[in-house]
């Protein structure tokens, strides 16, 4: 079993609706908690970093921390098609700088 | 501020050739990490320098080394090249202010194996 499981989709929705992204992970150690996003062939970039359990809010973004349930979530607003890209979840323990990647889920934002 | 460059964009090399891949860290970070991300999969850890010093290694074998520079550049080799190791390969930087240290990434390299 993998540390971060993430669904791979591709997940397709049509412009202008909400999006929900997810990931569970198995490591309590987990403290800190990232979204990128990836377009292809291109290399991951920062959306989202929050600090243990709770809500942070950017923009059309909002990322939601739940460590009692080992589950994190990422939500788009209002989706636009150059939203279209892999969303990545990634996290890492208290100690050390090492990133713990989902295997990134596929989103296609129609027009 | 200068992002994170990585060179070259794309390399082919055949099996058993050795390949060294480069990398310019973000101006102001003393920290970079090496990450390889296979076709579909999410980046795995390679390692990581800080003061040009190895600071944590994930399960990758010894062929895969590296090096930080006085800038904080960064390169890393991998000898005795297999099929496997065909990916994008992607380098991240830092700075580390001890646990607020967001790693931010560049475009990668893409190495094909024949």
């Known amino acids: 079993q993998k540390e971060v499981e993430q669904d791979p989709g591709p997940l397709s929705v049509p412009e202008g609706a909400i999006v929900s992204l997810n990931c569970t992970y198995s490591n309590s150690a987990f403290q800190y908690f990232m979204w990128y996003r990836q377009y292809s062939r291109k290399g991951p970039e920062l959306l989202m970093y929050?600090?243990?359990?709770g809500n942070k809010e950017d923009g059309r973004f909002t990322a939601q921390v739940d460590k009692s349930s080992k589950y994190i979530s990422l939500f788009i607003r209002d989706s636009q098609p150059s939203d279209s890209a892999t969303y990545l979840c990634a996290m890492r323990r208290n100690a050390g700088n090492m990133l713990t990647f989902g295997g990134g889920t596929r989103l296609m934002v129609k027009p | 501020e200068t992002g994170v460059t990585q060179s070259p964009t794309h390399l082919i090399k055949t099996r058993g050739q050795q390949v060294t891949l480069r990398c310019s860290s973000q101006?102001?970070?003393?920290?970079v990490s090496w990450y390889q991300q296979a076709l579909g999969q999410g980046p795995q850890f390679i390692f990581q320098?800080?003061?040009?010093?190895?600071?944590g290694r994930g399960n990758f074998p010894p062929r895969f080394s590296g090096l930080q520079f006085p800038n904080y550049s960064s390169e890393l080799n991998v000898n005795a090249l297999e099929l496997d190791d065909s990916a994008l390969y992607l380098c991240?930087?830092?700075?580390?202010?001890?646990?607020?240290?967001?790693?931010?990434f560049g475009p990668g390299t893409r190495l094909t194996v024949l």
């Open positions: 991240a930087s830092s700075l580390d202010r001890g646990q607020e240290n967001e790693q931010f």
């Open positions: 929050t600090y243990s359990s």
């Open positions: 320098y800080y003061r040009e010093e190895e600071n």
């Open positions: 101006s102001g970070h003393n920290t």
